[in-house]
Each structure stands twice: as C-alpha cells, then as structure tokens.
C-alpha cells in the first residue's frame, strides 16, 4: 500500500514540476531558446524540498483518522502543519535558490519570490491533504465493501448448512418410514432396501465429512437412482422411470442433495396415494446459452394447484429452492409446472460450475 501511494504521489508531482520548468523560461518558450539545464535546476530547487516533506500529510491523515478528530479539530491540525511545512520548505528552497543557484538575486526578488512561493506551498499542502483524505476514504469505502460481502458469505454458508441440516433429517425419516413399509409387505425386500440405505447414508455423511457442499450431477443422480431403487422395491412395477440426461452435463457441479427432493416428492405425492402405475422423467441439459445446466423431474401424477402447493408445508421443495437462490442468487431458478389433472415438473436453472 505504502509504495503504491509513493508511486502515485511522485507521478502526481510531474505535471506540477513541468510547470515550475515551463514558468522558468519566460521568452524562451516564444523565440526558441529553452535552457533545458537552467529550467530544470529551478524547478527541482523549488519542489525539491516540498516532494519528500509534503508526504508527512500521509501519515498525518491516517493518524487523524484513528484518533477520530472532530472536524473543526482535524482543520486546525492542518492549518497549523500546513504553516509549518510551508515555512520550512521556503527556508529549505530559499537557501538552494539564492545561496547556491543564483546568489545574485535582490531584496525585491527574494521577497517577490517568498509571497508567490509561500502561496504555492500552502495549496500544494491543500491538494495533498484533499488526496491522501480521499484515498483514505476510497481504501476505508473498499475494506467495508469487503467485510460486508464476507458477512454476507458467511451468512449465506450458514443458512445453507442449516438448511441442509434440515434436509437430512427430512430425508432420513421419509426414507426410513418407506423402509418400515416395505418391512410389513415383503421381509427379503427390506433386507436389500436396508443395504441400499446405508450406501446412500454414506452418500451424505462423505458430503458432510469433507464440509463441500457441493457434487458432480452425476453423484447427485447416482444418490437419485439408489433412492429410487429403493423405492422400486416398494412400489414395484408401478414406478416407471425415464431418464435423459445429458453426458456434457454430467461432471457440472451443484448442491448436494438439488434433485433428490424433487423426486422424493414426486414418489410422495404421484405414486403413494395411487395403486396405478405412473411415469417419473429425469432430464439434465446443458442449456441453449451453454452457460447453465436445465434438470426437470416430472410426473404423470394428479397435479394440483401451483398456489396450493407453494403454501403446503412440504420442506423438500422448498428447501432446494431456497439453497439455489442463496448459492447462485439470480443465476439460479426453480419452477414449478402443475395444475390439476396435469402432473407436476419442476425445473431447476444451475450455472455451469465445472469440478
């Protein structure tokens, strides 16, 4: 930080220095006789003195905003520094302009020389204090900025791992209470749907144990066919699944555990209520724009109002919806597709996230 601001303050200084050299040359600038040499001895004796003692207003302006002055305390602060440092740069370049450049110079010049002088050094102090303040504040502006957008971050990871903490639970119970079920119907089928539990219960305490939040499509869909497997050996020849998923999309991530619920509600409200067989398709694309991947899941099943189930207390949906928008914000989208008699899709919107 301290030798950007050097760099920036010595930069500054050029323009004011060729001024200070074109000032020197008087006529010479109209009939062609520029004395290079002369031009810029003058200008280093004037500005000589004040470049190095001018940034002490740096560390000035920073001590001033530490300690929190009032306004009018800061003001005096600096009309006292700038009278200081105004003396002694005119001490300072008055001694190598008319001891060592032109020794020859009159009273007249000398005081000529001292009221023009002294007024640019006091707006020289005025103009540097002015930047070295709005530095401060851009620098002070940028880290508030950043501390904000932490905050934020940590929020959202927050919510999301209390979401998610949700989530499993929700899961474990549906999945347990199907297995339970199945226990009552057909004893050697639990047994398999119990061996298929612990694969996925793997599945998400591996997520967990390694705290990423996020899986390539294809672990989601491959915790989705385990699910559904499991759910076949209840449901039988009535679930009837269709997948279409493309392989470009395959190795994109997403949040763990984005599909699942959609099919665990899928299974909930088109298959358990009804002893009709009915159709699930899952499809994953990569989209139009090549900028995002599109995943539905859809059923044949009996639909319902889309009001009604956006107020329904079912957490599955809700929870993905909420976990899309706190890890992509507007990037990501759920849609829900339903009417009565109609079945029901949903439609996920994930930005591209290779692994």
């Known amino acids: 930080m301290r030798r950007r601001i050097w760099l920036l303050y010595l930069a500054a200084w050029l323009p004011v220095f060729l001024f200070y050299f074109l000032a020197t040359q008087g006529e010479g600038l109209f009939n062609g006789n ?34 929190n002055r009032s306004t009018a305390a800061s003001a005096a602060i600096h ?55 709005a530095i401060r504040a851009i620098e002070t502006t940028r880290l508030q900025s950043v501390a904000i957008a932490q905050a934020e971050a940590l929020l959202a ?49 591996d997520t967990e144990k390694s705290g990423d939040t996020m899986v390539t499509l294809d672990e989601e ?10 759910e076949a050996l209840r449901l039988g020849s009535r679930l009837h699944v269709e997948w279409d998923i493309d392989d470009a999309a395959r190795y994109h991530l997403l949040p763990a555990l984005t599909v699942q619920p959609l099919v665990e509600n899928s299974i909930k409200h088109a298959f ?16 139009s724009s090549g900028k995002g991947i599109d ?35 507007q990037r990501g989208n759920l849609e829900i597709r339903t009417a009565p008699g109609a079945g029901c899709a949903i439609h996920l919107s994930i930005p591209l996230e290779a692994a």
């Open 79 to 133: 009309i006292g520094s700038a009278l200081f440092l105004t003396v002694l740069c005119m001490s300072l370049a008055a001694t190598i302009v008319f001891y060592y450049g032109n020794p020859e110079a009159s009273k007249s010049d000398v005081e000529q020389w001292l009221i023009w002088q002294s007024w640019g050094y006091l707006m020289m102090y005025a103009v540097s204090a002015g930047i070295f303040h």
């Open 157 to 205: 990871k927050s919510e999301l791992t209390a979401l998610r903490n949700k989530l499993n639970p929700h899961f474990l119970f549906n999945t347990l209470h199907s297995i339970i079920a199945l226990t009552r119907k057909e004893s050697s089928a639990a047994e398999t749907a119990l061996l298929k539990f612990s694969d996925m219960l793997r599945y998400i305490l």
């Open 34 to 67: 520029i004395r290079v040499g002369q031009g810029l001895l003058s200008a280093a004796c004037c500005l000589g003195p004040a470049i190095p003692l001018l940034f002490l207003v740096w560390p000035l302006t920073g001590y001033l905003k530490r300690s």
């Open 295 to 329: 995943i539905t899941v859809s059923d044949d099943g009996p639909g319902c109002d889309k009001l009604a189930m956006k107020e329904s207390a079912g957490l599955g949906v809700k929870t993905v919806a909420r976990r899309l928008q706190l890890e992509y914000g």
């Open 272 to 287: 358990n209520p009804h002893s009709r067989p009915g159709k699930l398709a899952i499809s994953a694309h990569i989209n």
């Open 221 to 230: 869909l491959k915790f989705v066919r385990d699910y559904l497997a499991l």
